[in-house]
């Protein structure tokens, strides 16, 4: 999942209380839950189940990883079993996940991610949480660099996509809007590069969400983003219709990250105006919310996304 805007306040903390990163994965629910009682075996287990489903292993090991306790149980998981590759990678992004809320040193962190990267060298998700690190920056560091290490072993790997898109877009914001502003390149050779049936496709439309965020937050754009002109383009338009005609024919709707994906075309088409196209979406949507981009750029994103829900079906 792209990174979240700063805390912004009781409200957003309130309001983030009725998200869950999780989205509508049971077993993995289920190992969060079992990992915060201490129980690590079953987060072995389902990661083991897992595999090399790169995609779902990331998200998988980044949700566990933000659980609170998640550091301490994964080293008692590496004193039983100090070979396991599986318990270095949940350590190493527990230890991501510390550093980024100020508990830990980043260099920690980045020591552990590449351990875990040598225990593991065909799996993107060590790379993934250097990626994190790196993208936090703000300026970005070696963030181009460790995306390529990622994209070496899953080229189409989703949630890296997602986080430099959410990098890039922060780039020259102090020169206010540009169509051809660097982010829009980099998504649409990304979603032209992947594979037919890749969720990837949609890439462009988290661009222009994220450039939207960047730029508001700079004082670029008004706050509410459907009072914003920034949806209303020819390019816009395009972009929006052609990721919502690829979402109508997509049937592989079994994706770890995809109501991620939802929520930013569901957004998208509010903004747009396009009520039926977005009542459709929320419908797929059900109560799975996710932050971004109803956060965007400085809401509550709970009442954001009702209030959309509300207008494009006529119910709460």
């Known amino acids: 999942m792209p990174p979240p805007p700063p805390p912004l306040g009781r409200v957003r903390r309130r309001a983030g209380q009725a998200f869950d990163e999780a989205l509508d994965d049971e077993e993995l629910l289920a190992a969060r839950a079992a990992l915060a009682q201490g129980r690590w075996q079953n987060s072995r287990s389902l990661l083991v189940r897992t595999g090399d489903d790169w995609d779902r292993r990331g998200h998988r090991i980044t949700v566990l990883a933000r659980e609170s306790s998640c550091a301490a149980w994964a080293r ?4 039983a079993e100090p070979d396991s590759g599986d ?3 949940l350590l190493a992004l527990a230890q991501v996940r510390r550093a980024l809320r100020g508990k830990d040193k980043p260099d920690r962190a980045r020591e552990a991610c590449h351990r875990a990267a040598a225990a593991l060298p065909a799996d993107p998700t060590p790379w ?3 990626l994190l690190l790196e993208c936090a920056r703000g300026a970005g560091g070696d963030a181009v660099r460790v995306f390529e290490q990622v994209r070496s072993r899953y080229a189409d790997h989703h949630h890296a996509h997602h986080l430099v898109v959410a990098w890039l877009a922060e780039r020259r914001v102090e020169a206010g809007p540009d169509p051809l ?14 594979p037919a049936d890749s969720p990837l496709a949609i890439l462009p439309v988290i661009a222009h969400a994220e450039r939207y965020r960047a730029l508001a937050a700079a004082g670029h754009e008004p706050a509410d983003p459907a009072a914003s002109g920034h949806w209303a383009g020819r390019r816009a338009r395009q972009v929006m219709k052609a990721a919502f005609d690829w979402w109508l024919e997509w049937e592989q709707e079994e994706h770890p990250r995809r109501l991620i994906d939802l929520n930013f075309l569901a957004h998208a088409k509010v903004c747009e105006g396009r009520g039926a196209e977005a009542a459709a979406l929320f419908h797929r949507i059900g109560d799975k919310a996710t932050p971004a981009p109803w956060s965007y750029p400085d809401r509550d ?5 009702r209030a959309a829900r509300i207008t494009a079906l006529g119910t709460g």
Do not use: C, I, K, R
Not at 76 to 79: E, F, K, P, T, V
Not at 181 to 194: G, I, L, P, R, T
């Open 87 to 89: 318990g270095a990678v």
């Open 181 to 194: 502003h660097e982010v829009y390149d980099f998504a649409n050779w990304s979603a032209e590069q992947a």
């Open 76 to 79: 008692d998981w590496l004193l």
């Open 301 to 305: 994103p709970l009442t954001a996304f």
């Open 128 to 130: 993934l949480g250097l």
